[in-house]
C-alpha cells in the first residue's frame, strides 16, 4: 500500500514482520491533548493512502492502548476511493483522563480484501434463504450456550 505524508510523521509499519496490523503514530506536530472520561478526539494521522483496489483499510485498536489507556477507535472505515488525509477517531471509555502525545503509536489498520456483493430486498423468508434452514436457526446471544 503506497502512502504519502502530508504532516511530520513517522512511517506507518508492521510491529513485526508477521503482524497483521499496521501501526500508525500521532504527528510529531500534534497538540497534546487529555481526553477525559467519555470524551473523543479526531487526531491527523498525517498520512494519505492509496488502498488498492477491492480492498479497505479498517482501523483496530492497539491492544496496549486499549487495555491500558482505555482508548477505543471509533470511526474505522477507509474506502479505497477516499483520497483525503485519514483521522484518528478515538474516545476515552475508561474512567480516568488520558494524555495523547505526539508520536505516540496509537492504532493499526488493517488491509483487507473486500467483496462488492449487491443488496437486493427480497419479500419472504424463503426468498432470503433460498429455503435453507440452518440448525442455528434465529438464535442469538447465548442460544449456542456459554460452555
Avoid at 68 to 82: F, P, W
Avoid at 87 to 115: E, M, R, W, Y
Wanted: charged residues 20%; hydrophobic residues 35%.
Amino acid at each position: 500500500m503506497k502512502f504519502l505524508k502530508v504532516r511530520d510523521v513517522k512511517s506507518p509499519n508492521r510491529g513485526t514482520s508477521s503482524s497483521a496490523g499496521i501501526d500508525f503514530f500521532v504527528p510529531n506536530d500534534f497538540q497534546e491533548i487529555t481526553l477525559q472520561p467519555n470524551q473523543f478526539t479526531l487526531i491527523p494521522s498525517g498520512l494519505k493512502v492509496n488502498i488498492p483496489n477491492d480492498h479497505v483499510l479498517i482501523a483496530f485498536n492497539k491492544s496496549g492502548v486499549a487495555t491500558k489507556k482505555n482508548l477505543q477507535v471509533g470511526a474505522s472505515v477507509v474506502d479505497e476511493d477516499y483520497q483525503g488525509e485519514i483521522h484518528i477517531h478515538l474516545t476515552n471509555v475508561g474512567t480516568s483522563p488520558q494524555t495523547i502525545s505526539a508520536g505516540d503509536k496509537i492504532i493499526q489498520f488493517l488491509l483487507l480484501p473486500i467483496v462488492y456483493e449487491g443488496v437486493e430486498l427480497v419479500e419472504t423468508e424463503e426468498e432470503l434463504y433460498d429455503g435453507v434452514q440452518t440448525e442455528r436457526g434465529d438464535g442469538g446471544f447465548g442460544s449456542t450456550g456459554v460452555k
